[in-house]
């Protein structure tokens, strides 16, 4: 049973902006914490933004500033907009829940910025 599924993921040109969501259940999206990592070729997955039930957010530093995480309570959704985008955020971007009912991960989504 699929309990995340993402989308916005595509190409893009540096300096441009992508927005991702991330659907979750009504069931987990209440219950956890969502964050957003990424994994680029050949390096290690990385927390890119999260935020937690109360609201808190931390970023990666190399992306405060031009990565905002949000959610919405009624869609049981959590976005990822990403501004000024830079050939080094080419990754795919996964969508993670972690909470009372698990650890869930989404299936990623490719993002890629030309030069």
């Known amino acids: 049973q699929v309990q995340l599924v993402e989308s916005g993921g595509g190409l893009v040109q540096a300096g441009g902006s992508l927005r991702l969501s991330c659907a979750a259940s009504?069931?987990?999206?209440?219950?956890?914490?969502m964050g957003w990592y990424r994994q680029a070729p050949g390096k290690q997955r990385e927390l890119v933004a999260a935020?937690?039930?109360?609201?808190?957010?931390n970023y990666l530093d190399s992306v405060k500033g031009r990565f905002t995480i949000s959610g919405d309570n009624v869609k049981n959704t959590v976005y990822l907009q990403m501004n000024s985008l830079k050939p080094e955020d080419t990754a795919v971007y996964y969508c993670?829940?972690?909470?009372?009912?698990?650890?869930?991960w989404g299936q990623g989504t490719q993002v890629t910025v030309s030069s």
């Open positions: 935020i937690t039930r109360g609201g808190s957010r």
């Open positions: 993670n829940a972690e909470g009372g009912f698990g650890n869930y």
């Open positions: 009504r069931r987990i999206f209440s219950s956890s914490a």
